[in-house]
Every structure is written in C-alpha cells, then in structure tokens.
C-alpha cells in the first residue's frame, strides 16, 4: 500500500504562481511513475503531468512551458510548479502513484485561480 498526501493549493490571482508537494509513504519499491492529475465538476479526471523514476518526465499540452514537474526520490515526493497561471487551471488536483499492477490517489487539493 502507498499513501499519498497532497499540499500546496490555494487561491491565486491569474499570472500566479503556486507549487504543489504530494508526499508517498508505504511501498515506494513498486511504484515507477508519480503524477498530478486534475478534474473539474461534471468533467474526467485528465493528466496534467507525470515523472518516472528515471527521471522522464510527460505533460499535457494545455500545461507546457507553465508547469514543472519535479520528484525528490530520497524524500518520495513529487512536487508540481505552476506559474503562469490561467482560470482554466481551476480544479481539484490528484497525485498519483503508479507500479504496474496497482495504483494510488491523493485526496486532492483544490487550486482556484482568479481572473
């Protein structure tokens, strides 16, 4: 079993700028890939960004050049950077961790941004 607590979100301005941290504890051995995820009210849950254990990293187009994904491997946290940010980043944000037969949510964190 992996546990996955989330931090970081807030109330923002747009233009800002906020970091996300989810902190793992539990089976780290099995998991290869940590993520963010995010979901609005009455949409899928959709990829924001993902890092794997060695290090690759993958983004959704709508985030590129704005948001940092970064993993502290020592610390098995996985943070998010956010700048730039637009009102249609507003959501709910999950971390995930994945291994290949088994994967864990965060409860999420709400990142509002206003215009």
């Known amino acids: 079993q992996v546990q996955l607590v989330e931090s970081g979100g807030g109330l923002v301005q747009a233009g800002g700028s906020l970091r996300l941290s989810c902190a793992a504890s539990?089976?780290?051995?099995?998991?290869?890939?940590m993520g963010w995820y995010r979901q609005t009210p009455g949409k899928q849950r959709e990829l924001v960004a993902i890092?794997?254990?060695?290090?690759?990293?993958n983004y959704a187009d709508s985030v590129k050049g704005r948001f940092t994904i970064s993993r502290d491997s020592p610390k098995n946290t996985v943070y998010l950077q956010m700048n730039s940010l637009k009102s249609e980043d507003t959501a709910v944000y999950y971390c995930?961790?994945?291994?290949?037969?088994?994967?864990?949510w965060g409860q999420g964190t709400q990142v509002t941004v206003s215009s």
């Open positions: 890092v794997t254990s060695s290090g690759s990293t």
């Open positions: 539990g089976s780290m051995s099995r998991i290869i890939t």
């Open positions: 995930n961790a994945r291994g290949w037969t088994s994967g864990y």
